[in-house]
C-alpha cells in the first residue's frame, strides 16, 4: 500500500533558527500534498495544500512568510519553519494522496509526524 | 461549511466488549466520502474505514464496522470484541468528491480496560 515517509520523527532546536521537515511519498507520485499540526489532545488543523511545481495554498491564519513549503518533485514536500519560536512547538503531520492506489484518490495516507521542540 | 462533530470526547470500555463511537456530519453536497482514523499513542495516523456516502450497505473490517444514516448525517464506529491494542484517539472524517481537504472531528479518545 501507499507509505508516506515524513522525517525528523523529532527534532530539538533553539529560537531563531529554522527547521526543515521533510514528506515523501514512498511508492507513489503525489501532486498534492497536506501539512497539519496538531495541538495536544486536539484534531489535525490543516496548515497547507502542497501542489507539486505551483506555490502552495495556506489556510486563513497560517502565516506564509514563517511556513514555508516547497513541493519541488512528485514525491516530496518540505515544511520549513523560518525564525522558530517556543510558540511554534507542535507535532506537524504531512499526507498525500495515492490517485492510482487501491485506496482510491479520497483515502489519504499518512506520515508519522514530527514533534518540532523550540528552545 | 462541512462540520464534523464528535460529542464524545472520551469513552472507555472494557476488554472483549462492543463499544460505538458517535459522529454527525454537515454538508449540503449529496457525494462524499467518510472515514475514521485511528491516532494511537504512537500518533500515526491509520485508517480503520471508509464509506462511500452513494453505498446504502454500511462498511465493515473485520471488528470494524459503522452504522451509516445517510438522511441524519451519522456515522458511527462499531468496534466489537475490542483489544488493548484498539486503545487510541478516533478521528471521524469527510471529504467532499473532487474536493481536496479533507475535514476531521475533534477526535474520542478510546481507554480499553483490561
Known amino acids: 500500500g501507499a507509505v508516506v515517509s515524513q522525517h525528523p520523527s523529532w527534532v530539538i532546536c533553539k529560537s531563531g533558527t529554522s527547521v526543515k521537515i521533510e514528506c515523501r511519498s514512498l511508492?507513489?507520485?503525489?501532486?498534492?500534498m497536506f501539512w497539519y499540526r496538531q495541538f495536544p489532545k486536539q484534531s489535525l488543523m490543516l496548515m497547507a495544500t502542497?501542489?507539486?511545481?505551483?506555490?502552495?495554498?495556506?489556510e486563513q491564519g497560517v502565516e506564509k512568510d514563517k511556513f514555508l513549503i516547497n513541493h519541488a518533485s512528485l514525491t516530496l514536500s518540505t515544511l520549513t519553519v523560518t525564525s522558530a519560536h517556543p510558540e511554534d512547538s507542535s507535532f506537524y503531520i504531512c499526507?498525500?494522496?495515492?490517485?492510482?492506489?487501491?485506496?482510491?484518490?479520497?483515502?489519504?495516507?499518512f506520515g508519522a509526524g514530527s514533534r518540532l521542540t523550540v528552545l | 461549511a462541512q462540520t464534523v462533530t464528535q460529542s464524545q470526547p472520551e469513552m472507555s470500555v472494557q476488554e472483549a466488549e462492543t463499544v460505538t463511537l458517535s459522529c454527525t456530519y454537515d454538508?449540503?453536497?449529496?457525494?462524499?466520502?467518510l472515514f475514521w482514523y485511528k491516532q494511537p499513542p504512537s500518533r500515526q495516523m491509520i485508517l480503520v474505514i471508509r464509506?462511500?456516502?452513494?453505498?446504502?450497505q454500511n462498511a465493515t473490517e473485520n471488528r470494524f464496522s459503522v452504522n451509516f444514516q445517510k438522511a441524519a448525517k451519522s456515522f458511527s464506529l462499531k468496534i466489537s470484541d475490542s483489544q488493548l491494542g484498539d486503545a487510541a484517539m478516533y478521528f471521524c472524517?469527510?471529504?467532499?468528491?473532487?474536493?481536496?481537504?479533507?475535514?476531521f472531528g475533534q477526535g474520542t479518545r478510546l481507554t480499553i480496560n483490561p
Open positions: 499526507s498525500a494522496r495515492d490517485y492510482k492506489g487501491a485506496g482510491g484518490a479520497n483515502v489519504l495516507t
Open positions: 511508492d507513489f507520485q503525489a501532486t498534492t
Open positions: 464509506q462511500e456516502a452513494y453505498k446504502q
Open positions: 502542497s501542489n507539486e511545481g505551483s506555490k502552495a495554498t495556506y
Open positions: 454538508t449540503s453536497e449529496s457525494d462524499y466520502y
Open positions: 472524517a469527510f471529504i467532499i468528491q473532487g474536493a481536496q481537504k479533507l475535514v
